[in-house]
């Protein structure tokens, strides 16, 4: 979503009395590539843009090519084979050994085509969707059709999609896996980019602690929604959180009241005060938090959970699964800059549904594949051992 935000941002200040621009999506992507599926970049014909579909490397031409999108009005999809043996007509040695189709539309203010529009009106979402975008035939390029979980049309021109695709839409529900369908319609096949479109992160932080600051500047570096609370008024002052989205000044029996938890919200109680922790923790749990970290040693976790089961609440193995204590990933970390990039890295991880572990050691590609790809996805996992002993001595 951050991309999409950056996006919107830039096309407000783009005066289109004096300027053009023109919207780069990458669609699809056979072997490697530097940016996935989703990857876009807004161009204006001055030569800037925003976004990226790549290291860098298809930039330059993709400039070129949207001036022409810009003067025709027009969209067109174009193939960039980066593989060594077949990238010279790029004039660069590019190596991704990828073959990368990129849509390039118009972005033209006041139409129903207009796709910048249509990410404006769901760039505060709090549900995902799913979009559909038409890229061949050319003709057909760039319409677009947006829907909820339950099915129903929350934009896009709708013309020249098939409505056929909707059930396909629904099920990246449940895949989270952005794919390229063909389709037969008594005017021709239609090829279209479906996709996943997933709200923004928000994390809240349960402490205000000087600890919390670079968790808090790190996520919202991310682009995700950042709240923050205390019980204590000095700990929770602008200066120390100035991108903060919320500043709360809450006792803990108010936690419910005073915050929403979302499918896409990151719980963090690093209060150091355990008492407080322990009573949001009870709060969290009720409230089916995906997820929930807790700073300090394995051992006080433990002490919680005794604790409630002394009053007669036992935790199920889903509520467990979501709790992480230790928390953060196992990258040494021990200054609170590093145990920040420990804690966003695994929050990161647990929403994207990965391991975590050591992209060296995971047979097949790092990036997300298109549905029914032949490529298999498999971790491999350093000795349990090690992860076991993973964050005991944080406090």
């Known amino acids: 979503m951050k991309d999409f935000r950056a996006i919107v941002d830039e096309y407000r200040k783009i005066d289109f009395t004096q300027r053009r621009a023109a919207l780069a999506t990458v669609i699809k992507v056979h072997g490697s590539s530097y940016r996935s599926p989703g990857a876009r970049m807004l161009i204006t014909d001055d030569g800037r843009w925003v976004g990226s579909i790549s290291g860098g490397c298809l930039e330059g031409d993709a400039l070129r090519k949207a001036r022409q999108v810009m003067t025709d009005h027009q969209a067109i999809t174009v193939t960039y084979d980066t593989r060594e043996e077949s990238n010279q007509n790029l ?54 059709i947006l829907i909820n979980h339950a099915g129903s049309i929350q934009g896009g021109s709708g013309e020249g999609v098939p409505s056929v695709v909707i059930p396909d839409l629904q099920k990246l529900f449940e895949t989270r896996k952005s794919e390229t369908r063909k389709y037969t319609t008594p005017e021709g096949e239609v090829s279209l980019f479906l996709e996943l479109i997933q709200p923004v992160v928000t994390v809240i932080l349960f402490g205000g602690g000087f600890d919390a600051r670079p968790v808090s500047q790190l996520a919202r570096s991310l682009g995700w929604n950042v709240e923050v609370t205390d019980e204590c008024v000095a700990h929770i002052a602008p200066v120390f959180f100035p991108d903060a989205s919320k500043l709360s000044l809450c006792q803990r029996e108010f936690i419910d009241r005073e915050f929403t938890i979302t499918p896409y919200t990151a719980c963090v109680l690093m209060s150091h005060n355990y008492e407080y922790d322990r009573d949001v923790l009870l709060k969290l749990i009720s409230r089916n938090a995906p997820y929930i970290g807790i700073l300090g040693p394995r051992k006080r976790f433990e002490k919680m959970l005794d604790e409630f089961r002394g009053k007669g609440i036992t935790l199920t193995s889903a509520q467990i699964r979501n709790i992480h204590s230790p928390i953060g990933l196992d990258i040494g970390a021990e200054a609170p800059d590093e145990i920040a990039v420990s804690i966003v890295a695994e929050i990161q991880s647990v929403f994207a549904n990965r391991s975590g572990g050591f992209l060296k050691y995971r047979s097949g590609p790092i990036h997300q594949r298109e549905a029914g790809s032949d490529e298999v996805f498999k971790q491999v996992y350093i000795s349990e051992t090690l992860s076991r002993t993973s964050g005991e001595k944080r406090s």
């Open 91 to 144: 004039g660069i040695g590019l190596g991704c050994n990828g073959v990368i189709d990129v849509l390039i539309e118009p972005v033209l203010p006041g139409t129903k085509v207009n796709p910048v529009s249509l990410f404006e009106g769901f760039i505060d979402t709090q549900e995902p969707l799913a979009l559909a975008t038409v890229y061949e035939p050319q003709g057909q390029a760039g319409k677009k």
